[in-house]
């Protein structure tokens, strides 16, 4: 039996590669005295055990939040203070309040102010798609129960239950609110009303202001995508630099459009971040690492082609794992397709030793075999702008590039191979090496890419667009209400109002109107949480492609700023200003009306 058990002992292993010794032998026991060549008594024994035996986990550790507490402390709270007329209806808006040139200057020019709208259908979908329910409500009452910190210990926070039983109860689980903006892709411009929530039955006036914090959050995608679709801009003028009016614009664009990878999916604080990040940055550059937000955008654009691309590419880890680095670049090289581009981490041990020495005989070998491969060397670490220019430098004296006379003007184009580089990456850094590639007759966009984790979010914050979700109006008649800051540009505007984009409108720069003004409303409906069976709105459907193609033709037609001399980068209408300077006398009768106009 011995014998046996031995021989059979081999399939034992194969099938519970995780089991011990004492393991093996409780197996070999179990199976009795079934011979070893009679495997199917294992297989069955495997289904079984499989079966039987329950996998023991810990208790989780990512648990599924309420809605309800998806908000501040403070908004959770306040129903009980609030004013009768904010409780029977309320008005809010979100705006953003801060000019672009003082972000950062060397993203954006001064005088464009051009703010990119995107995010707010996937927070909906986060906060609206699934309805709440009564154990939701449950569970929020037993959190509350010891939040409020008194004087005489911990006390129950008040929130207003039986509200959100009403909410379950008539409205299937969704909030009665309407939630209006302008489409997303849209160009919109400091100080403009972009999202207008307010509840919808007399009562919930509490409700339009519950997830503030939340939908406030819209500011992250819009950030990052403007400040992408401004680099687009300026990686434009850089294509155009080379060709001015010999390719067509479309081509300038394409060209542009690959000066960029997105290197942040390690970059971002939390997973959904990266993700939600990633997704965004693909309305502008096609080129990223970040596949989770890859895998969105894809489903969002209807699965199309196209969507989001990236190359084979080593880790220093691959070139540790190899005795020889020789080696490893070699066998990505060889594994690689024809027309395939490969991207080479070259600093692993001696960047400028392994271009020279390795990579360069590659490509060299590549163009011999006339295979269309590229090698693409990757620096991540030293001087950036040394490392780009030489590698630019040695693989044009090697033949590893053309020639061609534009305007004029010579300018090598490199072939097989390129550059990647993305150590650190800014604005700044970009321009730099551009510029010195220029200098040196090498086109940027015929010689690599950027790839930019950490750059592209590092510098986002809430304060740099100066995001604010602000009570406009208040009660039935609609009573308009504005905050009047101690910082100028901290101020708001009274509602309810409309935004136009009539071509007289953005002439005159007065986008912001009351409802009873004269023009149309550019903005739509995403939600409205009283229509029960179909709460979804216009706003809401549409695709990323349609999103992405809207920020391209935006970006193109829309005017640079609503700013002038005298509207204090509020592109409001007279009437708005006058109901303002009338709040003014009334609340803050000692601050000059003329800051205000």
Request: aromatic share 10%; glycine share 6%.
């Amino acid at each position: 039996m011995k014998t046996q058990w031995s021989e059979i002992a081999k399939d034992v292993v194969k099938k519970f590669p995780w089991a011990s010794t004492p393991e093996i032998e409780k197996i070999l026991e179990d199976l009795g005295e079934q011979h070893p060549t009679e495997l199917k008594s294992l297989d069955r024994y495997v289904k079984q055990r499989n079966s039987s035996k329950k996998i023991k986990l810990p208790k989780r550790k990512i648990h599924k939040t309420p809605r309800l507490l998806i908000a501040d402390s403070y908004t959770i709270s306040s129903n009980i203070f609030a004013s009768d007329d904010a409780k029977e209806k309320s008005v809010y808006y979100i705006t953003y309040r801060k000019t672009l040139d003082t972000i950062n200057p060397h993203l954006y020019n001064k005088g464009d102010n051009r703010i990119v709208f995107t995010g707010l259908s996937r927070i909906l979908d986060y906060l609206f798609y699934e309805p709440i329910t009564h154990q939701e409500i449950d569970e929020t009452k037993r959190f509350l129960a010891d939040k409020k910190v008194t004087t005489k210990g911990f006390r129950p926070m008040p929130f207003p239950e039986e509200m959100w039983r009403k909410v379950v109860d008539e409205y299937n689980g969704r909030p009665p609110l309407k939630i209006r903006a302008v489409r997303e892709g849209s160009v919109v411009y400091p100080n403009e009303p972009v999202v207008i929530i307010e509840n919808v039955p007399e009562g919930f006036g509490e409700l339009a202001a519950w997830f503030e914090s939340t939908i406030l959050k819209i500011w992250a995608s819009c950030e990052m995508v403007t400040q992408l679709a401004h680099w687009l801009e300026y990686c434009k003028s850089i294509v155009y630099h080379v060709y001015r009016d010999t390719i067509p614009k479309e081509q300038i664009s394409f060209l542009a459009s690959l000066m960029l990878h997105n290197f942040g999916c390690r970059a971002g604080m939390t997973p959904q971040e990266s993700e939600w990040m990633g997704a965004d940055a693909l309305y502008i550059f096609g080129g990223t690492d970040s596949f989770s937000g890859a895998y969105q955008a894809w489903k969002n654009a209807g699965e199309a082609t196209g969507i989001a691309s990236s190359v084979l590419a080593l880790a220093h880890r691959n070139v540790q794992g190899y005795e020889s680095e020789k080696e490893c670049h070699e066998k990505l090289n060889s594994v690689a397709e024809d027309g395939d581009i490969d991207s080479h981490v070259a600093d692993c041990y001696a960047y400028f030793d392994t271009v020279e020495n390795i990579l360069l005989p590659i490509a060299q070998k590549n163009k011999e075999e006339d295979n269309g491969k590229v090698v693409v060397g990757r620096p991540d670490s030293g001087d950036p702008s040394e490392q780009v220019l030489w590698l630019c430098k040695i693989a044009h004296k090697h033949g590893l590039s053309h020639v061609e006379k534009i305007l004029k003007r010579e300018w090598r184009f490199g072939t097989s191979l390129k550059f990647i580089e993305g150590d650190g990456m800014s604005w700044e850094k970009m321009k730099e090496i551009n510029n010195d590639l220029l200098l040196h007759g090498f086109p940027p966009f015929a010689w690599g890419l950027y790839g930019v984790g950490g750059g592209l979010r590092n510098e986002l914050a809430r304060d740099n667009f100066s995001a604010k979700y602000a009570l406009c109006a208040v009660g039935k008649d609609l009573k308009p209400v504005c905050k009047f800051s101690e910082t100028l540009g901290k101020t708001t505007l009274p509602g309810p109002f409309k935004l136009l984009r009539s071509k007289e409108a953005l002439l005159a720069k007065k986008t912001i109107v009351f409802p009873h003004e004269i023009g149309e409303d550019v903005m739509v409906d995403y939600f409205n949480g009283s229509d029960i069976w179909e709460p979804f709105k216009e706003g809401y459907q549409d695709d990323f492609n349609v999103i992405k193609t809207r920020i391209g033709e935006q970006m193109e037609t829309m005017p640079l700023t609503l700013s002038s001399e005298d509207n204090h980068n509020y592109p409001a209408s007279d009437e708005i200003k006058e109901v303002r300077i009338e709040l003014l006398t009334k609340y803050a009768p000692k601050k000059l009306a003329q800051n205000y106009s």
